[in-house]
């Protein structure tokens, strides 16, 4: 669908009037953008980047409540995000997925009373009834490594993990299959207003051609959900910032160096918060940290990444929570780190403590989302556009109750794969996975060695998701640069064979787009990312 004829056509149709143009091609516009194509509006969606490349691709990967918000206080963010998570299980079958985890408590600190009277609150908010405590002994025959002084024994309960980019991915195509339009690398240069001041468009620049041309685009309302980066855009008008970017870091490890298959909620030894070991895709996560991210290094800086000194806090956490596993610095494959969009208060000095609602600004008729966390953008999209319903001609009930994911389809009986692979596909691909399973050939519908994906997810991607770029498809439609030693290098003779048929690229193209792989690996994923530590910036 994506593929260069899409793009081509879909940079002409931009100069056609639209009922709603969004600014953002994360989770908060992929919501809104589904909702506004639903509800019958001509709506375009444009990204600066990749589609995911911001703060939506680089999660926890975790469909949560946000059970560490409970210490804050934060009943409300907590009761909408436990619930919502409750519907994208039901609805986002196969990518959603129930994950289990344990909350270990011990003398010291998090003793078990606590931990269960929290899983509790937890539940009946959402509201369920599925947490159980577990003995010491029964927790150390299941992860004899954790650290057993002061051991009391855990309460298991329920999350969800998701892989954030393809969840954006399906709102974003299955939008587009209904009549939506969207298009990365398409930047928002300046705002257009009107003889009233009012915002009534947009500036845009092809940026997937050298020196791409721009065009204005006229629309009735203009949406700004661009997250972290949503007060570059209201400065346009004059508005004060009013948001706190932190950094959230990741370390990645192999399974077989750390071999967990539920979650464990831990609490890290120097200053008691809240942080968690997920078991995703082939891999294990620790995450996150919670820092300011000073502007000075954005702005040297394609993108962020881990500190050192995250780095040593997130291992310093592994080492005291999980002392039998003997992990060091050498055992990390890979590192990520995202930037959050926080509300600014005047309360919170501490960044771990400043809330995670979100808000709804409209100012000089630039309607602004922002704030939130990945599991609530369905009430996000749904609050924005009934806040503007009037000025589109519809009413607040056109966007109360709708159907963001299409029904998956019946699938073909003689495809030569597990039930677990067939089921890994369909949460990914959905509606499309049936078309994506008549264009495989057998020697492609093998798994990517060390990892849950299959050869032909690398042409499926090529051929019609977007790609522009190699880094676009290793690290955001599929995840083999996080899930696999530096960043799949093994594997770029094969990806070549695949890649550069379905895309076109010359030889001297391949050559460029591996070494700009590269050193974005190396600069903002590798495990001593260099993006951090050559500009001599003081971490607070």
Not at 432 to 438: I, K, N, V, W
Not at 500 to 512: C, I, K, Y
């Amino acid at each position: 669908m994506w593929n260069a004829e899409y793009r081509s056509r879909a940079w002409s149709e931009l100069e056609q009037p639209w009922d709603i143009l969004i600014i953002g091609g994360g989770i908060t516009g992929a919501g809104l953008f589904r909702m506004a194509v639903n509800a019958g509006l001509r709506t375009a969606l444009v990204e600066a980047q990749d589609f995911t490349f911001g703060t939506s691709s680089r999660s926890s990967k975790l469909v949560h409540g946000g059970f560490r918000y409970l210490r804050n206080r934060q009943f409300s963010v907590t009761r909408q995000a436990v619930r919502e998570r409750e519907w994208l299980l039901r609805e986002a079958k196969h990518l959603v997925t129930p994950l289990s985890f344990f909350a270990p408590g011990y003398d010291d600190y998090a003793p078990l009373w606590q931990l269960h009277l929290g899983v509790i609150i937890y539940d009946l908010l959402a509201p369920k009834w599925d947490h159980h405590r577990c003995t010491k002994e029964d927790l150390l025959r299941e992860y004899p490594f954790l650290r057993q002084t002061g051991l009391q024994g855990a309460c298991q309960y329920w999350d969800a993990h998701v892989d954030d980019s393809r969840l954006v991915l399906r709102l974003l195509r299955e939008g587009a299959r209904r009549g939506g339009l969207a298009l990365n690398y398409a930047r928002v240069e300046r705002l257009l207003r009107d003889s009233n001041r009012q915002v009534c468009g947009a500036l845009v620049r092809d940026m997937a051609q050298p020196n791409g041309s721009a065009l204005e685009v006229r629309a009735r309302l203009v949406i700004n959900a661009s997250g972290p980066w949503s007060d570059a855009l209201r400065s346009q008008l004059g508005a004060l910032p009013r948001l706190r970017k932190l950094r959230g870091s990741h370390l990645v490890f192999p399974f077989e160096k750390f071999p967990i298959r539920e979650a464990v909620t831990l609490f890290h030894p120097r200053d008691r918060r809240a942080m968690f070991v997920i078991p995703w895709e082939s891999v294990t996560i620790v995450g996150t940290t919670d820092l300011d991210h000073p502007r000075e290094l954005e702005e040297q800086q394609c993108e962020p990444c881990a500190s050192p000194g995250e780095i040593d806090y997130l291992m310093e956490a592994v080492g005291t929570c999980f002392p039998g596993l003997g992990l060091s610095h050498n055992d990390v494959i890979a590192t990520f780190a995202g930037l959050r969009p926080v509300i600014r208060s005047e309360r919170a000095t501490e960044p771990s403590k400043e809330s995670r609602a979100h808000v709804v600004w409209l100012e000089d008729g630039l309607l602004t989302v922002t704030g939130g966390k990945l599991t609530t953008f369905r009430i996000m999209a749904t609050e924005a556009l009934q806040t503007v319903a009037g000025r589109l001609g519809l009413r607040p009930s056109a966007f109360a109750v709708q159907k963001f994911f299409d029904s998956l389809p019946e699938l073909p009986s003689a495809v030569p794969l597990s039930q677990e692979t067939l089921l890994y596909l369909l949460g990914r691909y959905g509606s499309e996975t049936s078309s994506f399973l008549t264009s495989a050939t057998p020697d492609e519908l093998q798994p990517i060695p060390g990892t849950p994906n299959l050869w032909t997810e690398i042409r499926w991607a090529a051929r019609q998701e977007g790609i522009q770029h190699l880094d676009d498809l290793l690290l955001r439609r599929v995840r083999i640069g996080l899930l696999l030693e530096n960043g799949a290098e093994a594997h770029l003779e094969r990806l070549r064979s695949i890649i550069q048929p379905e895309l076109g690229w010359s030889d001297s193209r391949w050559a460029q787009e591996v070494a700009v792989y590269r050193q974005i690996w190396r600069n903002s994923y590798s495990p001593c990312p260099i993006g951090y530590t050559q500009y001599n910036v003081e971490e607070k």
